[in-house]
C-alpha cells in the first residue's frame, strides 16, 4: 500500500529553525512536493522535489531521498505569519497523495 | 490574473440529496483535480481532468463524478449524499508537468466549497 507519515505537531519561537521530516512508501515514485495552508485556507505550493537534494526557496528548504524513501522541509527565521499545517506529497501514478499534516505553531 | 475559483463557498445539504461544486482553473491550466479534505486531515485525491475526460482517479465510490468543459472548467458532483461526506472540497489546476502531462510538479488551489451534510 502507499503511507506518508510526518510529526503531527511541532513548536518552536520566532527565528528559529524547524525540519519536518517525511517518510513514504509507495510503488511509482515520481518527486515529493510541500504544501502550506492556513485555517481556513487554501494549500499553497511551497517546494518540489523530484531528484535528491537539497531545494532552496528562500527561507524554506526541501529535501529528498530516493534511496530511504525520505524528504524534509526546513522552515528558517520563523516568524509568527508560519504558524500553519505543512503537508508533504507524493506524486505517484500521476496522483498527489497527501500526509496527515504537521501543524507548527511559531511563539513569541 | 485570476486564480482558481470555486463556488458556492458553503453548503448544506441533508442526507440523500445530490450536489454539484464548480470550479474555474487559473488561466493556462488545463488539468484539475478535485480533493476532499475533512477536519484535521490532509487532502484526500478524488479524481482529475484532462482533455474534458477523467485521467485518473483516487479510492473513490462511484457517487462521485465529475466533468470537465471544453473549457477547462470543472464540476464535481456527488449523489447520495452521506454524513461522511461532510468535509472542505478543494479543486487545483495545473499546466503539463515535464513528463508531458501525467505528472504536474506544481498545483494550484482554489478556496473550496465547504460542505456539510445534515
Known amino acids: 500500500g502507499q503511507s506518508l507519515e510526518q510529526p503531527s505537531e511541532v513548536t518552536a519561537v520566532e527565528g528559529a529553525i524547524v525540519q519536518i521530516n517525511c517518510t513514504y512508501q509507495t510503488s511509482g515514485f515520481y518527486g515529493l512536493s510541500w504544501y502550506q495552508q492556513h485555517d481556513g485556507g487554501a494549500p499553497t505550493f511551497l517546494s518540489y522535489n523530484g531528484l535528491d537534494g537539497l531545494e532552496e526557496t528562500g527561507r524554506f528548504s526541501s529535501f529528498l531521498s530516493r534511496s530511504d524513501s525520505y524528504g524534509y522541509l526546513l522552515l528558517q527565521e520563523l516568524q509568527m505569519k508560519d504558524s500553519a499545517s505543512y503537508f508533504c506529497?507524493?506524486?505517484?501514478?500521476?496522483?498527489?497523495?497527501f500526509g496527515a499534516g504537521t501543524q507548527v505553531v511559531v511563539t513569541p | 490574473d485570476a486564480g482558481v475559483t470555486q463556488s458556492p463557498t458553503h453548503l448544506i445539504k441533508t442526507r440523500g440529496q445530490q450536489v454539484t461544486l464548480r470550479c474555474s482553473p487559473k488561466s493556462g491550466h488545463d488539468t484539475v483535480s478535485w480533493y476532499q479534505q475533512a477536519l484535521g486531515q490532509g487532502p484526500q485525491f478524488i479524481f482529475q481532468y484532462y482533455e474534458e475526460e477523467e485521467r485518473q482517479r483516487g479510492n473513490f465510490p462511484d457517487r462521485f463524478s465529475g466533468h470537465q468543459f471544453p473549457n477547462y472548467s470543472s464540476e464535481l458532483n456527488v449523489n447520495a449524499l452521506l454524513l461522511g461526506d461532510s468535509a472542505l472540497y478543494l479543486c487545483a489546476s495545473s499546466s503539463p508537468g515535464l513528463a508531458g502531462g501525467l505528472y504536474s510538479e506544481t498545483q494550484y488551489f482554489g478556496p473550496g466549497t465547504r460542505l456539510l451534510v445534515l
Open positions: 506529497a507524493v506524486i505517484s501514478w500521476g496522483k498527489l497523495q
